[in-house]
């Protein structure tokens, strides 16, 4: 049997009566699980390929685990990619959703359909998943893993502290949020889970349910910190902050470092190497300099750049390759992203590759992920993004108070002393576009744009 599949059902066992999920319509226990789990293995029959397509709910992972259980492979749906790439992921699998007028034709089941009598559990020696790309730049991928999960129940134990509590606002079809869930089963703690965010309604969780574990990228973060109830909001029972899927500008570290005390962290990862770089609140304590980075290179993993700055990796946390595509087996992958690396190891990420912006006569490249940070310096800004439209630098900002395009670009000149950096237009928006993982949407982001 998989080590994961044996972690899971056993958490599921010792678990008892103590609330697993708590989510809108109520709580649910392990045991109320694990015979929930039953039920969806038996309803579910034998399948080849598994598409989950269920927002945030406890039924979301137990449909995951019981396609596991069966031996199928189970593909989690985007859900930050177009319909059309949603239903092309998963041309030909059974499709278990909770928006069947989605799924026009083809295998589709909801929840209702998969309530069955419990049979006897014959799980495989290995689990198989599809996980997509963020897709906030094109149309998501499908990355195979399968050793990660078994990495998952040895990273995640009980704590002899006793159970915890976790607050989840991101996809459970995300990398990001399916493994906070799992993470949360197989430590036997509690998960507290929102369908979608809010920052308000995070604020209240936090306070009410005595969170002490979550996870946020870096818009969300900075929609906490801003939120007007967060000074009047107790806090204290945050052990750990956790901050990920984008470059977080090194004053808003600052600032979460104030809020929440030494708890908090941030990683680098791709959903295809979830596992990249990490760093923790005490390297970061009175190294100022360090706020810019994401870390060192975590055991088991290796980083090196490309000539043209691009950070390769290679490692235990790596996928087994995209679907179709050969096994990435000890080879190098290349994410995508540009980088450097200081004296003592720490990773500092530049730019998405993509994202790089070539401007003016002599086609400079800019770096936007720079220029964001430093607008979002302006105590003005509450958030920024920068891209390229033609041969001009684009800004899009959401801003607190009074501020003009030539205020903000006043304050790039000053930033940078190069006319590159400046943006020629910028906008000014009531919030930036995100995705449902909560990164900023670059297609939408790309829609503000208006000629000249």
Do not use: C
Not at 248 to 265: K, S, Y
Not at 305 to 320: K, Q
């Amino acid at each position: 049997m998989s080590f994961f599949l044996a972690k899971v059902l056993a958490a599921l066992d010792d678990g008892g009566d103590r609330v697993l999920f708590h989510a809108s319509d109520g709580v649910t226990t392990y045991h109320q699980a694990r015979d929930r789990l039953r039920r969806l293995h038996g309803g579910l029959g034998d399948v080849e390929t598994l598409a989950v397509d269920l927002r945030n709910r406890p039924e979301t992972v137990l449909v995951q685990l019981a396609g596991l259980l069966r031996g199928a492979t189970v593909l989690l749906v985007p859900a930050s990619a177009p319909k059309a790439d949603r239903l092309a992921a998963a041309s030909g699998a059974t499709v278990v959703t909770d928006r069947p007028r989605d799924w026009p034709g083809g295998d589709t089941k909801t929840l209702a359909d998969l309530d069955g009598e419990p049979e006897p559990l014959h799980p495989p020696e290995t689990v198989r998943l599809l996980f997509p790309t963020g897709g906030t730049t094109g149309t998501p991928k499908l990355i195979r893993h399968s050793g990660i999960y078994d990495g998952m129940a040895y990273i995640f134990t009980p704590s002899p502290d006793g159970p915890g509590r976790t607050l989840l606002v991101a996809p459970m079809t995300h990398m990001t949020g399916n493994a906070t869930v799992l993470g949360t089963l197989l430590r036997q703690d509690t998960v507290v889970i929102h369908d979608g965010f809010d920052a308000g309604a995070v604020l209240e969780a936090i306070e009410e349910h005595r969170i002490d574990t979550l996870s946020l990228t870096p818009p969300r973060l900075a929609a906490l910190l801003d939120h007007p109830k967060r000074p009047e909001t107790d806090l204290s029972s945050v052990r750990s902050l956790s901050l990920g899927a984008a470059p977080l500008p090194p004053h808003r570290l600052a600032q979460a470092l104030d809020v929440f005390g030494p708890v908090v962290g941030q990683g680098y990862g791709l959903t295809e190497a979830p596992m990249i770089a990490s760093i923790s609140a005490a390297e970061l304590i009175g190294r100022p300099e360090r706020l810019g980075s994401v870390g060192r290179i975590v055991p088991g993993m290796e980083a090196r750049l490309t000539a043209d700055g691009e950070v390769e990796v290679r490692g235990l946390s790596m996928m087994d390759g995209y679907l179709g595509g050969p096994e990435v087996g000890a080879g190098w992958l290349r994410t995508g992203d540009l980088g450097r690396f200081d004296d003592e190891g720490y990773l500092y990420l530049l730019d998405r590759a993509d994202d790089v912006a070539v401007v003016g006569e002599h086609g400079t490249k800019v770096p936007t992920t720079v220029v964001e940070h430093a607008l979002a310096t302006h105590p003005a800004v509450r958030s920024a993004a920068v891209f390229g439209h033609g041969d001009r630098l684009h800004a899009v900002v959401v801003a607190t108070s009074a501020v003009t395009a030539a205020d903000l670009q006043a304050h790039a000149r000053e930033a940078f002393g190069q006319e590159h950096y400046v943006p020629a237009r910028v906008a000014f928006v009531d919030a930036l576009p995100l995705t449902d993982v909560g990164k900023v949407d670059k297609r939408a982001l790309a829609q503000l744009v208006t000629a000249p």
